[in-house]
């Protein structure tokens, strides 16, 4: 079993809709990252946490530490956000090596 | 554009050959990391440098990987002995530690074709 699940793997969604892409941990960590991954290999990080919420135009992401359960929200999606959405954790100590999950493909139609 | 470069973006090279791939961080930035990432997959940690020093080493990487980090610059990544399921894309990232934040910053990968 993955450290790092996520789900859906795959996400289609019609230009507006609310999104929304979950990832489960079964370690412990000291931080969650959501990175964005488009087409030709580039990753962008959109946010670290270690608690709470954060939010970024109209991006959405929470975390509950005692559930080991991070959500990435999209507000009204739009094609430029297909792309593949990647759940990361840090572990503990001193080294900052990343855990990825699988990713979820967004395709956001118009 | 992170500030992250690598080279080259693609290669493909016959089974049995070296392949190096190379890596320039963020010039302030004192931690490197390389990843590698299958089709359909997640990103696999390989290894990381704290400044010129290799700290890591995944056993994913074996006897045919080498990295190097020389002046705490740049890195390199090297495969010997190249094998078809060595193909991949190779992403680097660099970060800035201090006070236990930190955003890594990936470059945008060398795609490897191994034949």
């Known amino acids: 079993k993955n450290e790092v699940e996520q789900s859906p793997q795959n996400l289609t969604a019609q230009e507006g809709e609310f999104i929304t892409i979950n990832c489960s941990y079964s370690v412990g960590i000291s931080a969650l990252h959501w990175l964005q991954q488009h087409p030709g290999g580039g990753i962008v990080s959109l946010f670290m946490l270690s608690s709470g919420k954060k939010k970024h135009g109209r991006l959405i992401a929470t975390i509950n530490i005692q559930e080991k359960h991070s959500s990435l929200h999209i507000t009204a999606s739009h094609p430029r956000d297909s792309a593949v959405y990647i759940c990361a954790v840090r572990l503990g100590g001193s080294n900052y090596k990343l855990t990825f999950g699988k990713g979820t493909l967004l395709t956001v139609n118009p | 554009d992170t500030g992250v470069s690598q080279n080259p973006r693609h290669k493909i090279t016959k089974r049995g050959q070296n392949v190096t791939f190379r890596c320039d961080p963020i010039s302030e930035h004192n931690r490197l990391y390389w990843y590698r990432q299958t089709l359909g997959q997640g990103p696999e940690f390989l290894t990381y440098f704290q400044n010129e020093a290799q700290l890591e080493k995944s056993r994913l990487l074996s006897d045919r990987f080498s990295a190097e980090r020389p002046k705490g610059s740049f890195s390199t990544l090297e495969i010997q002995r190249t094998e078809q399921g060595d193909s991949a894309m190779y992403l680097c990232?660099?970060?800035?530690?201090?006070?236990?934040?930190?955003?890594?910053?990936f470059g945008p990968g060398t795609r490897l074709l191994v034949l």
């Open positions: 990232a660099s970060s800035l530690v201090a006070a236990f934040q930190e955003t890594q910053y």
